[in-house]
């Protein structure tokens, strides 16, 4: 099967092209019908407040920015500080039977969601799935012993109630044209970042992506940690570093279904790797077919995408998974830990 590139219109947030350019109008209607929903729905979150603080991880474009890996952090840091985190999530890519569900390292992706599978199995804490973030959050109190709640992605879901709302953006890419969906990949406008508490920026802010923001953000790094590990039980996981690596040739497929793919195939070729890349869309319902790449080369995925590959992949498929972790000064804990207080 053969990788999906971006299309017209994504191309065009980060290009620009005719078709971005007609669709400017719609862009403006969206933004008055946007600002109408956050003050009605903020409304009805003032007056119906939760039991116990929420932090919301979400950002303002649409697109992967590294979420995933700020929340992992989080969650493992607040366990370290005494707190007893769980994780809502809206389950984008998964469709489960009744909604709320509590979502295990087991449940399948194809029920749960990408994302929380993998939080769940790293985290080993409680994550809840639910479209209704509110009620996500409801079910988790009741049916958990957590303290506190982090919120996977959700910015734009006011009608759940937030003590801290953290923003991550894509240092690389930013924010493309800088117009609003759909004429561009934003979903609130640049000035939202002033508003929240943190703004973390994923990788060095290119000079001018900095001066369309405003704010100085705190700059994240996620490096690979660990080893190589097979996607499935058997072989004996491998040095991460193309250098230790034990095979004669470094020539690797890179296969990823993520936000920004390239942001991967950079990461393995640092690593000393020669990948060539098979890119997905993002939250990508894989199927046997999509490991079928060229005989003789290691395949290497990312951990998202391989909670959705162990199920069917072959028991001698060659394929590795690469885990990363998010990098924050210690300092910005700290701040966070004392918003909290």
């Keep these: 099967m053969a990788a999906k590139g971006p299309s017209l219109l994504e191309q065009g947030w ?57 929340l992992i952090f989080l969650v493992q ?41 993998l939080i769940a199995s790293q985290c080993q804490c409680p994550v809840v799935v639910d479209p209704n973030r509110r009620q996500g959050a409801e079910y988790l109190i009741t049916h958990s012993d957590c303290n506190i709640i982090l919120s996977d992605d959700g910015l734009q879901h006011y009608r759940l109630p937030r003590q801290l709302e953290i923003a991550v953006i894509d240092g690389n890419r930013g924010f493309g044209n ?10 609130e406008p640049l000035s939202r970042l002033s508003e929240v508490d943190f703004v973390i920026s994923n990788g060095q802010l290119a ?18 940690v660990g080893e ?16 230790d690596w034990p095979f004669t040739r470094r020539e690797v497929h890179a296969v990823a279904g993520i936000g920004n793919p390239q942001r991967f195939v950079d990461t393995l070729t640092k690593l000393g790797f020669v990948p060539t890349l098979t890119a997905y869309p993002d939250h990508h319902k894989y199927c046997p077919e999509d490991l079928e790449l060229t005989p003789g080369r290691p395949i290497i995925l990312t951990a998202k995408d391989a909670v959705k590959c162990r199920s069917f992949a072959s028991s001698d498929a060659d394929c590795w998974v690469l885990d990363v972790a998010a990098k924050l000064p210690s300092e910005w804990f700290d701040g966070l830990l004392n918003k909290l207080r």
Excluded at 89 to 111: F, I
Excluded at 228 to 243: D, E, F, H
């Design 77 to 117: 840091a607040l366990q370290a500080a005494g707190y007893r985190p769980g994780v809502i999530s809206r389950g984008y890519g998964g469709k489960a039977p009744t909604y709320p569900l509590m979502v295990s390292a087991d449940t399948p992706p194809q029920e749960g969601g990408d994302e929380p599978v």
């Design 14 to 70: 980060y290009q620009d092209n005719w078709l971005t350019r007609l669709l400017r109008p719609v862009s403006k209607l969206f933004a008055v019908v946007s600002k109408r929903r956050r003050f009605a729905q903020q409304r009805q979150a003032t007056d119906n407040p939760l039991s116990i603080p929420v932090i919301v991880v979400g950002n303002i474009s649409v697109g992967g920015t590294g979420k995933t890996p700020l």
């Design 207 to 224: 000079p001018q992506i900095a001066e369309q923001i405003g704010v100085v953000p705190t700059v994240m790094s996620v490096e690979p």
């Design 228 to 243: 190589l590990r097979p996607l499935l039980p058997g072989p004996k996981r491998q040095p991460v570093r193309a250098r």
């Design 178 to 187: 800088g117009k609003l969906f759909p004429a561009g990949p934003l979903r």
